[in-house]
């Protein structure tokens, strides 16, 4: 692992401004690149990530803007696996995918998917582990910091359209499964590495779609492309990338990514089927601006907020690390019920320094919790007091 272990980022600081820096800095040790962007994302913008290792690339905090959708230039990357080549996509209408678990199974390629349909959907795409880097505990696997998600404009087939056309769905089928299409390394039991996920197939029937584009251009390899499952609201995992096989199936999946990983539970605890599984999105924001200086006066507090699996309700800002809270502003269009909002707050400020916070809640009335308890991979971090960040105006 090429992050460096919070537990000795602590031991460095410590004597000098001690764990309230830790928690409450925009930049911490980790946020530094372990080396150049990865060559399947080497068009992304590197003054606005952070590369942690060839397979993760985080968004930078303060480059997450206010309109709303975030570009691709500078999107998070999470591979499992290595991406397929490019020619995987130089001829993406013949991208042929396996549709089981229906009355009249059968592959179909991506030119034919175009014909049954299409429907636009904004979802904050969001990996499990954002973060991992705000736990106490020691966790392994990339220090997410905030920039693990983004809000991106999906536009393919969705999923009830893919199951009309193929004569519904086989009697008890439970989930939707989805497999990625990576070629998997020699000499490994494929169950022990393939990217495949089962979701709720309710869920998947009123939500998902089989995308093709992304913002508006055809989805990048890196991201998926040719095809990819969005689960609007779920977790990233379960957006599985260049899918090759969708199967409706009575099972969760039996891969170990389903079986043991994405699992919650307690810390020093293995993962198993019984835990819950990372799938609905939990309400959560943060602060993208400022991030450690301001002018005084009038300062324009900015972040982004979502209610994960419900739709937003509304953001509050903390200037005083959570005492008191000001109602945020909501910015721009409101893209719907699985999508992210800017939000912002004009504040004034005398010199002096200020614990900057944000707290959202959802439209079911679910408040952002104020710390996220330990889980064993770090999974799930939502607690809006590690979020904050100390801002000293001058
Ligand atoms: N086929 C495939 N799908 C995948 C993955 C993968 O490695 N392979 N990674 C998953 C994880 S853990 C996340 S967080 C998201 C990341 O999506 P992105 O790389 O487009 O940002 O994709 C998910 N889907
Ligand atoms: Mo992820």
């Known amino acids: 692992m090429l992050t460096i272990p919070r537990r000795h980022f602590l ?66 990357l999470r591979n499992n696996l290595p991406s397929p080549d490019e020619d995987r996509v130089a001829d993406r209408d013949s991208w042929e995918v396996s549709i089981e678990g229906v009355r009249e199974p059968r592959s179909i390629t991506v030119g034919e998917l175009k014909d049954l349909g299409v429907e636009t959907v904004a979802t904050v795409l969001q990996c499990s582990g954002n973060g991992r880097g ?22 393919g087939v969705p999923v009830r359209n893919v199951v009309d056309a193929l004569g519904g769905l086989e009697d008890g089928r439970n989930f939707m499964t989805s497999t990625g299409g990576e070629t998997l390394p020699e000499g490994i039991d494929a169950k022990q590495v393939v990217v495949e996920r089962s979701v709720p197939v309710d869920h998947a029937v009123e939500h998902a779609i089989l995308a093709w584009e992304m913002n ?35 099972e969760e999946s039996d891969a170990a990514i389903m079986r043991t990983g994405y699992r919650v539970r307690p810390v020093g605890v293995d993962g198993a089927p019984d835990q819950p599984s990372m799938w609905e999105m939990k309400v959560k924001s943060w602060v993208t601006r400022p ?32 005492d008191n809270w000001q109602q945020a502003r909501l910015l721009g269009p409101d893209l719907g019920r699985f999508s992210w909002r800017p939000f912002v707050l004009s504040a004034e400020l005398e010199p002096g320094t200020y614990t900057v ?7 079911e009335g679910t408040v952002q919790e104020e710390v996220t308890a330990p889980n064993h991979r770090g999974y799930d971090y939502s607690g809006w007091r590690a979020l904050a960040v100390d801002v000293t105006v001058v």
């Not at 600081?13 to 946020?31: D, E, K």
């Not at 499952?229 to 199967?247: A, F």
């Not at 982004?304 to 200037?319: M, P, R």
């Open 11 to 76: 031991v460095a600081v410590a004597g000098t401004a001690g764990a309230s820096a830790l928690s409450r800095s925009a930049n911490p040790a980790w946020a530094q690149d372990e080396g150049p962007l990865p060559e399947v994302v080497d068009w992304k913008d590197p003054d606005s990530t952070i590369v942690h290792t060839e397979f993760t690339v985080e968004t930078e905090r303060g480059a997450i803007g206010t309109s709303g959708i975030t570009s691709k230039d500078v999107l998070y």
């Open 134 to 155: 705000f736990f106490d505990h020691d966790t392994s696997g990339s220090q997410w910091l905030t920039g693990a998600a983004g809000n991106l404009l999906w536009s």
């Open 357 to 363: 916070t944000s707290r959202a809640t959802d439209a």
């Open 291 to 322: 991030l450690a200086e301001a002018g005084t006066g009038r300062v324009q507090i900015h972040g982004v907020a979502f209610g994960g699996f419900n739709a937003l309700d509304s953001v509050e800002v903390s200037t005083d690390g959570g």
């Open 216 to 250: 508006g251009e055809p989805v990048p390899r890196a991201h998926g492309g040719p095809l990819r499952v969005i689960v609007p609201g779920y977790y990233g995992i379960n957006n599985v990338k260049y899918v090759k096989r969708v199967s409706f199936t009575e």
